[in-house]
T-cell receptor, first 116, second 112 residues
Framework: EPEVTQTPSHQVTQMGQEVILRCVPISNHLYFYWYRQILGQKVEFLVSFYNNEISEKSEIFDDQFSVERPDGSNFTLKIRSTKLEDSAMYFC??????????????FGAGSRLTVL | AQSVTQPDIHITVSEGASLELRCNYSYGATPYLFWYVQSPGQGLQLLLK??????LVQGIKGFEAEFKRSQSSFNLRKPSVHWSDAAEYFCAVNTGGFKTIFGAGTRLFVKA
C-alpha cells in the first residue's frame, strides 16, 4: 500500500539552528500538509500546499516556517532559528484531491524534533 | 470557529468488552467527520469517515461510528475490543477547506 515517507525520524538540534524536515507524499496525491503534535497535546494543522503554493496556513505557521516542493517528489518543512517550543512530532500528510477524497489524510510516521 | 471535543481523556476497557468513544463537534452545517488511530510512535491511520448518506459508517478493524446530527456527535464503537486496539483515538472534522481539526484524543487502555 502506498505510504507517506518522512525523514529524519528523529532530529535533535540546538536552539537557534535551522531544521529541514523532509517528506515524500504518495505519488498521485495533489495536496500536501504539515501537522504537528506537541507531546501530550492534540494534532495541530500547520499548512496546506497545492499546485506549488500555500493554500492555507494556521496562526502557528509564522515567518519562522516555510514549505517547499523542490522537485516532483519531495515536500519539505523548514524551521528557521528553532525555539524550545518547536519541540514536537511533525507529521506530513497528503490527499488525493477530488470531492470525496480531498480531505482524507494519509499521514507519515512523523519526524520527532527535539530542540535543546 | 469549528471545534472538536473528545470528553474522555482516557478509557480502560476489558478485552472482549464493548467500546464507545465520544466525539462532539461545533459547526453550523454537517462537516466531514473522521476517526483516526495512533499507535505509540506511529502516525495517524484513518479508521473511518463520514461524508454523507447512511449515518452509520463502517471502518477498518471492526470499528463503526454513528453520526447524529441532532447531537452534533460522531461516536466510535466496537462490539468487542482486542488488546491490539490499545492506542490513542482522534476524532477530526473538516468543513470543506484545507484544514482538518482534531480533537484532543482519547487514549484507550485494554486490560486482560
Amino acid at each position: 500500500e502506498p505510504e507517506v515517507t518522512q525523514t529524519p525520524s528523529h532530529q535533535v538540534t540546538q536552539m537557534g539552528q535551522e531544521v529541514i524536515l523532509r517528506c515524500v507524499p504518495i505519488s498521485n496525491h495533489l495536496y500536501f500538509y504539515w501537522y504537528r503534535q506537541i507531546l501530550g497535546q492534540k494534532v495541530e494543522f500547520l499548512v496546506s500546499f497545492y499546485n506549488n503554493e500555500i493554500s492555507e496556513k494556521s496562526e502557528i505557521f509564522d515567518d519562522q516556517f516555510s514549505v517547499e516542493r523542490p522537485d516532483g517528489s519531495n515536500f519539505t518543512l523548514k524551521i528557521r532559528s528553532t525555539k524550545l517550543e518547536d519541540s514536537a512530532m511533525y507529521f506530513c500528510a497528503s490527499t488525493e484531491g477530488g470531492a470525496t477524497t480531498a480531505n482524507v489524510l494519509t499521514f507519515g510516521a512523523g519526524s520527532r524534533l527535539t530542540v535543546l | 470557529a469549528q471545534s472538536v471535543t473528545q470528553p474522555d481523556i482516557h478509557i480502560t476497557v476489558s478485552e472482549g468488552a464493548s467500546l464507545e468513544l465520544r466525539c462532539n463537534y461545533s459547526y453550523g452545517a454537517t462537516p466531514y467527520l473522521f476517526w483516526y488511530v495512533q499507535s505509540p510512535g506511529q502516525g495517524l491511520q484513518l479508521l473511518l469517515k463520514y461524508f454523507s448518506g447512511d449515518t452509520l459508517v463502517q471502518g477498518i478493524k471492526g470499528f463503526e461510528a454513528e453520526f447524529k446530527r441532532s447531537q452534533s456527535s460522531f461516536n466510535l464503537r466496537k462490539p468487542s475490543v482486542h488488546w491490539s486496539d490499545a492506542a490513542e483515538y482522534f476524532c477530526a472534522v473538516n468543513t470543506g477547506g484545507f484544514k482538518t481539526i482534531f480533537g484532543a484524543g482519547t487514549r484507550l487502555f485494554v486490560k486482560a
